[in-house]
């Protein structure tokens, strides 16, 4: 633990991404193999259950740091981050521990089925002994949700530089479903293992987007484009008769989706599909609220299953006859995709094709694009024919050139201290807009992203002096200022006050030009549903 | 209903029976300054009264005033009411005042800290009925450690920067925070190098303290020069040209609000100090339950949580809205 919390102090210290490598890197070659094991696993999203509610965790820190709990709520609404507060309020101790990383997490794991009295000794003992970064990094990995400026990637890139494996591979190795708790470093890592490929997925490659005009991408021969499906990003895998459902955030999600049972046994063995899972329901291409009914569901019922099965769009193959295509250039990889299709689409109903579109003039794409919405697409994607598929997100070879957001100007009614990096500054606003008889303004819409650090820094000063009323950690603001609201997608809704919900709110500008009374209504809102 | 010793206006804290401003950020005939960090020695007023050491600081900053200088403990009567400076550790010259009317006693903090620093006459405690108190860190959150240990880490980055071949940049506020640094960084390890800001102001304390040499980076100056030393620098230079000089540099801020990791990540810092020149949150406790006060009025700071905590604890407190903001804070207040 000493080690560990050495490094996030280390990469706490500093803004700049190669030191925070070159840390991690000799980290990586000093920590013993179990706690590099467990150290990939924080870093890469996999950390233990929370083995107790925050809600006590707070009670216990309060308790232990002489305060009523109300200051600790207060105090943690100002620092932003659970962990940080508890690491600042409690006691200080200078001494310093000797457990392995491995160790606390193991106890961690078994505090879990512990009575609450257990529960609370482990934690107030822990945080009277531990110093603050060991204190801070402890309390993190009790409470979740280890960010710390380091991304998956990052972390990646460190480990290749420490053993020497290439990045890619590392990547393709990290995948999938791998317990810390069970796996060596060496079977993690180091070893060749057949049995583990069998499930994996390999890591998704991810488009930029177009902020403005295609036409700098050159000449439009050399693109292939599509339209952009508003579903769940997936991989496909049918490898030894046994089927695997990936999301893109790396979970596996095959016992949601049933139906895609039916590939097996007809597609050949070792195919991987890159793809968009969409709602299907009336044999028609349905919206993302459509699919919302099967995320999240467990078990699926046989009645969910007819209102709203669900189909594969594929649009890449990255594996066919057990070999990686990855390698190979987009427009090949396309052209045994698409004979793929036609050989099984009359055998497999869930297969679909998304439709590849040849361009010669950049105007002919456009006019493809403003026609996304009637076909419930997001958009358009421009891949480069002779592109390989690559890791993660990476700019040049493929394009995401999204259909323009609705819009709609709102008023600020109410502001929220934002975390991390924003601790500490009101960053996260509530949005209304005006009711049929333009005198109160109903909420529609929260936002957090859209402006600049500089924006956020002067609208935060305004917030803090202007403030009518506090609820904890809410103020209500003067109605004054108008931004225009952007969205993705927009449906009626019981569960809003404003009947209204949309997809991705962000502030496109904030309209100083604008006075509150030249902002929408609730009315304006509902006229952009798509009938 | 008598009215109180001191009221807030639209001008300052003024005392009425006096006929006296207190710190006022509107122009005034006549003030009482306790120190002089802009936001509390502002321009504009016929008179001021302010401690013997900040005469020639508020004289740097706003040119020939009408200015009068006083001891710490020398009492001075206007119309009747006794006033008295007395060091608030806050910064060299720095006071709070006492006022005394009709056996009540008052006592305006002005900024304070608790903590002996090296550069100014420590805090001491003012018996008072009311006390006027800051609270910028007035939450449980900030705690400072003793100023020798950040001393100690200050002095090891210095070091391991000019190891690894890099120039020390540290940033700090010009009049206060900079000679506090002058004054523990190891002058051995290396040249300590300034902007002009803090060249000048610098040079104004040199006559009431003792600071080690430190030289002005100009046009001349070179990289060579810089390499593995140390320059002390205002805030506001941070991601401007005049730093790219110092290349290969790593920043560092000294500062209170460095104990919020996000904080520094925002402003894109590398290294935080926290290093304060106010009280932290035990040290405003324990300062106003040395006045032995029963009513409290906290002005800048985390002013609404605070008051309510000192109300649990049975003091009759309650909060004011002033003009003062402390250097690095959050703009526009908390």
């Known amino acids: 633990m000493k ?9 706490d ?40 509610n925050t809600t006590r965790i707070r009670e216990y820190a309060s308790e232990l740091a002489k305060i009523p709990l109300w200051l600790f709520e207060e105090s943690y609404h100002i620092v932003g981050d659970l962990a940080e507060t508890i690491a600042l309020v409690v006691p200080d101790s200078q001494q310093e521990t000797e457990k392995s990383l491995t160790q606390y997490l193991e106890e961690m794991l078994a505090l879990k089925k512990e009575s609450d009295d257990v529960k609370k000794e482990y934690l107030v003992s822990n945080w009277k002994k531990l110093n ?6 402890f309390t993190k990995l009790i409470t979740g949700g280890f960010r710390i400026g380091v991304s998956q990637k990052l972390m990646t890139r460190a480990l290749a530089k420490a053993t020497g494996i290439d990045e890619e591979i590392l990547a393709f190795k990290l995948m999938g479903n791998w317990n810390p708790n069970k796996i060596t470093f060496q079977e993690l890592i180091l070893e060749e293992n057949e049995a583990d490929y069998l499930s994996k997925p390999y890591p998704f490659y991810l488009a930029y987007a177009i902020e403005d005009q295609p036409s700098d991408l050159g000449d439009p021969k050399d693109w292939l484009a599509e339209h952009k499906w508003d579903g769940i990003r997936s991989q496909v895998i049918i490898r030894k008769n046994q089927l695997f459902v990936w999301s893109r955030g790396e979970e596996l999600v095959t016992d949601k989706y049933p139906e895609f049972e039916e590939f097996v046994g007809k597609l050949p063995n070792g195919t991987v599909l890159d793809g968009e899972i969409l709602a299907y329901p009336n044999n028609q291409i349905g919206g993302f609220k459509d699919l919302q009914t099967r995320i999240g569901r467990k078990t699926v019922s046989k009645k969910l299953l007819e209102k709203t099965p669900v189909i594969l769009k594929a649009y890449d193959i990255l594996e066919f006859q057990g070999k990686d295509l990855r390698k190979k250039p987009f427009a090949e990889r396309r052209e045994i995709l698409d004979q793929l299709y036609a050989d099984f689409k009359d055998d497999v109903a869930v297969f679909h094709l998304s439709e590849i579109m040849e361009f010669s003039a950049w105007e002919e794409m456009t006019k493809e694009r403003e026609k996304a919405r009637e076909i419930k697409s997001e958009g358009l994607m421009i891949k480069r024919k002779d592109s390989t598929y690559g890791v993660g997100r990476k700019k040049g070879d493929w394009w995401k050139w999204k259909s323009d957001p609705f819009s709609i100007d709102a008023v600020l009614t109410y502001a929220m201290r934002g975390h991390g990096r924003r601790s500490n500054l009101f960053t ?7 009711d049929n008889d333009r005198q109160e303004l109903v909420t529609f819409a929260k936002a957090y992203s859209g402006l600049t650090d500089k924006e956020f820094r002067s609208l935060d000063a305004w917030i803090k002096k202007h403030t009518l009323e506090r609820f904890g950690p809410v103020r209500s603001v003067e109605p004054f200022h108008v931004f225009e609201i952007a969205f993705e997608g927009i449906a009626e809704s019981k569960r809003h006050k404003s009947g209204v919900a949309t997809r991705f709110p962000r502030m496109l500008r904030w309209r100083k030009d604008k006075k509150i009374e030249d902002a929408n209504t609730i009315e304006d809102l509902k006229a952009l549903i798509p009938k | 209903m008598k009215k109180p010793l001191l009221a807030f206006n639209s001008k300052g804290i003024y005392c009425e029976a006096a006929d006296v401003y207190i710190d006022a950020w509107k122009p005034v005939d006549k003030v009482i300054i306790s120190h002089g960090h802009a936001d509390h020695s502002r321009w504009g007023h016929q008179k001021y009264i302010t401690h013997h050491d900040n005469v020639p600081i ?19 009567i206007i119309n009747n009411v006794k006033f008295s400076l007395h060091p608030a550790g806050h910064i060299i010259g720095s006071s709070q005042v006492r006022v005394e009317h009709q056996g009540e006693v008052w006592v305006f903090s002005g900024d304070y800290k608790d903590e002996a620093d090296g550069t100014c006459i420590p805090f001491e405690p003012v018996p008072c009925h009311t006390f006027i108190t800051e609270c910028t860190f007035g939450l449980p959150a900030f705690k400072w450690k003793p100023q020798a240990e950040v001393f100690e880490e200050i002095n090891q980055w210095w070091k391991q920067n000019q190891t ?7 940033f700090g506020y010009s009049l206060g925070k900079a000679q506090r640094l002058l004054k523990h960084l190891n002058p051995e390890i290396g040249k300590i190098y300034t902007h002009g800001a803090i060249e000048n102001m610098t040079e104004v304390c040199r006559s009431l303290i003792d600071l080690p040499i430190t030289h002005l980076i100009t046009r001349e100056t070179t990289k060579a020069e810089l390499s593995g030393n140390l320059v002390i620098a205002p805030p506001s230079t941070h991601g401007g040209t005049w730093i790219r000089k110092m290349t290969p540099y790593v920043t560092a801020s000294a500062s209170g609000w460095m104990t919020f990791r996000g904080a520094r990540r925002r402003r894109a810092i590398d290294k935080g100090f926290v290093l304060s020149d106010h009280c932290d949150w ?34 009759d407190a309650r909060t004011e809205k002033t003009q003062y903001e402390s250097p690095l804070a959050p703009k526009g207040g908390i």
């Open chain 2, 164 to 170: 690894d071949g890099r120039t020390s940049v540290l």
């Open chain 2, 282 to 315: 035990n040290g405003l406790i324990n300062s106003i339950k040395a006045t032995g006060c029963e009513k409290v009025i906290c002005t800048h700071g985390y002013t609404d949580i605070f008051a309510k905590y000192l109300r649990e604890l049975g003091y």
């Open chain 1, 13 to 52: 210290s500093t803004n700049k991404t190669n030191l925070k490598v070159e840390a991690l890197a000799d980290y990586f070659q000093q920590a013993s193999d179990e706690d590099k094991v467990w150290t990939i696993a924080i870093l890469s999203h996999r950390r233990p259950p929370r083995p107790v």
């Open chain 1, 428 to 434: 996260d606003y509530t949005f209304g807009l005006w």
């Open chain 1, 3 to 11: 080690v560990f919390a050495q490094l996030i102090k280390t990469i």
């Open chain 1, 132 to 137: 603050y970064y060991e204190r801070f990094v």
């Open chain 2, 58 to 76: 508020v004289q740097h900053r706003l040119g020939e005033v009408n200015i009068d200088g006083k001891a710490y403990g020398e009492s001075f």
